[in-house]
């Protein structure tokens, strides 16, 4: 539920027709979104972040409790010149694992 909550607010909410990045298990969330999924590659965080750019991603979406994928200190090293959180009203953190981030260009 949480995945299709969230992709369907991602595309009543300007953000249909995007391409999205993210683990493997989070396809169905572009589904919902309207969107393109790209797999999130196994690489550092900056290299996520160089690759979600020639790529063109404009969300990188990640679930907390699934790491794979993510080097060990992801969440350490986001920062607000690569990644900005998306408050999507009506989803709390607390309740929910999945993450979407706009990724700044």
Do not use: C
């Amino acid at each position: 539920l949480e995945i299709k909550e969230i992709g369907l607010w991602l595309k009543n909410n300007g953000y249909a027709n995007s391409i999205i990045l993210g683990q493997d298990e989070l396809t169905r969330l572009a589904f919902y979104a309207d969107s393109e999924f790209i797999p999130l590659p196994k690489r550092t965080y900056g290299g996520i972040m160089r690759y979600a750019r020639e790529r063109k991603a404009r969300l990188l979406v990640v679930d907390k409790r699934a790491m794979n994928g993510l080097p060990p200190h992801f969440f350490d090293e986001v920062s607000s010149k690569d990644l900005l959180p998306i408050d999507i009203p009506g989803i709390r953190a607390s309740e929910y694992s999945t993450i979407v981030f706009r990724v700044i260009d």
